[in-house]
């Protein structure tokens, strides 16, 4: 039987396995190691993961994307209508206060809750999984954020079982990024515990965690999160300034078109990710709307400053991590940063004057939840032997 740890993101999913020799990344059909969270309902097929993402553009409106933020959630929730905002596909209050999604499929109105799309997902990763394997996969891990409610996990467990998993355990993001961290490093001190500091930036939260190490033992001391502040916070930075810009170079009001709006913030996410490697990065998009083709461009320099107040909040859940653990930043033996959306270089900037030193990127940003949660299915399941190891904490999991 396979051991299987899941980290089902906003923006991509990541499947770990534990062998024999140790932990291995499944691909999906495209040889890639992350499949976008996408579920697509063309006119006559649904499309699932890269397939979901490659259809997103023909079919705006029926196009789902992070799911995972409206997972047991009310309608009414503040938050919820804030998010609602800027996703392409129509919503409703579903009867129990919860969230419908309505978008036409196969050429009629359908109607799906959040569970229903999140249990898709799912199926689609066991799909990738068993294809990878050759074999069942039914017992797994999944990793969700420390923050989530008790009806979230419930939802989260739902969809799973509805996709035929069975999950073993949750386990919080930075318990599994901690283990995964720990379990096979055999340097630490022996004269007391080793503080590390784990910054999670994902594509919509930033989780923090301290986390103390001895041989053979983890204890996850604090942690902290600002569920709303991650990569696509940034993309909307970039999304507003083209906006505004475009407005008064082109005439054009992009928010009043759904696709010129789901067209200009894939660019500004690309635009992003150029940044984090070049001091400047051009935009041109052709035909945006009104068969206008737009040009834009900006320096790295502007785009840290459109974002200051961003980065000022990325110190929020830093700092109160540390307050919660009572440590001072001396006593850090090291800061880890992990998930995709901390590639951008001035979060390590910022990151490196908080803490005083520069963080590590010693595990794989993009990984490292699912290798967490593979280990931690192989520590509950009777087929595997794993070294012994005691994970002790109240934030553990579910
Ligand atoms: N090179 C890069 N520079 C800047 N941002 C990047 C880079 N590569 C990826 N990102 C951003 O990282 C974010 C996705 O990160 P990640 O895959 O860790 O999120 P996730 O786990 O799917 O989401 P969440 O943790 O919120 O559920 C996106 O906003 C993406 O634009
Ligand atoms: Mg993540």
């Known amino acids: ?10 923006e991509n999913c990541v499947i770990a396995v534990v062998k024999q020799r140790g932990i291995d990344v499944l691909l999906n059909d495209e040889s890639n190691r992350e499949t976008p969270s996408v579920v697509c309902f ?17 079919n705006p409106r029926s196009t789902v994307t992070q799911v995972k933020r409206l997972i047991g959630r009310r309608f009414k929730d503040p938050e919820v209508q804030t ?8 919503t409703s209050e579903a009867k129990d206060g919860g969230i419908l999604i309505n978008l036409k499929y196969l050429g009629e109105t359908h ?47 739902d969809a799973a079982k509805i996709a035929g998993l069975k999950p073993l355990r949750l386990m919080h993001d930075c318990a599994a990024t901690a283990l995964s961290y720990g379990i096979y490093k055999t340097d630490f001190s022996s004269t007391g515990p080793t503080y590390v500091a784990f910054i999670d930036i994902g594509h919509c939260d930033t989780q923090v965690s301290i986390v103390s190490f001895e041989v053979g033992h983890m204890r996850i001391v604090s942690h902290a999160f600002e569920s709303n502040l991650g990569g696509r916070d940034f993309d909307e930075v970039l999304f507003g300034y083209f906006v505004a810009q475009f407005k008064e170079q082109y005439k054009i009001d992009v928010n009043s078109n759904i696709r010129a709006c789901i067209r200009l913030r894939a660019a500004c996410e690309k635009l992003k990710k150029v940044l984090s490697a070049n001091s400047e990065a051009p935009l041109n998009i052709e035909c945006l709307m009104d068969e206008k083709d737009v040009k834009g461009f900006i320096k790295r320099e502007e785009f840290e400053r459109l974002s200051s107040a961003l980065l000022d909040r ?16 001396g006593k850090i033996h090291s800061v880890e940063l992990v998930g995709s959306g901390s590639r951008i270089p001035a979060i390590a900037k910022l990151i490196t004057s908080l803490f005083g030193r520069e963080p590590s990127r010693t595990l794989n940003a993009s990984e490292c939840v699912a290798r967490g949660c593979a280990l931690q299915c192989a520590m509950l399941s009777p087929v595997f032997r794993v070294r012994e190891y005691d994970v002790s904490t109240k934030y553990f999991s579910y």
């Open 1 to 10: 039987m396979s051991v299987i740890g899941f980290d089902i993101g906003n």
């Open 42 to 58: 063309g006119e006559k097929q649904r499309f699932l993961g890269s397939a979901g993402a490659s259809s997103a553009m023909m």
């Open 83 to 90: 998010d609602l905002k800027i996703f392409p596909f129509d």
């Open 111 to 157: 109607s799906f809750a959040p569970v229903q799309i999140l249990a898709m997902l799912f199926s689609h990763m066991k799909d990738v999984a068993e294809k990878n394997l050759e074999m069942p996969v039914v017992d797994c891990v999944i990793g969700i954020p420390s923050y989530f409610t008790d009806l979230q996990r419930r939802a989260y467990l």
């Open 314 to 329: 990325v110190c929020i859940p830093c700092r109160k991590a540390l307050a919660d653990a009572t440590i001072t930043v």
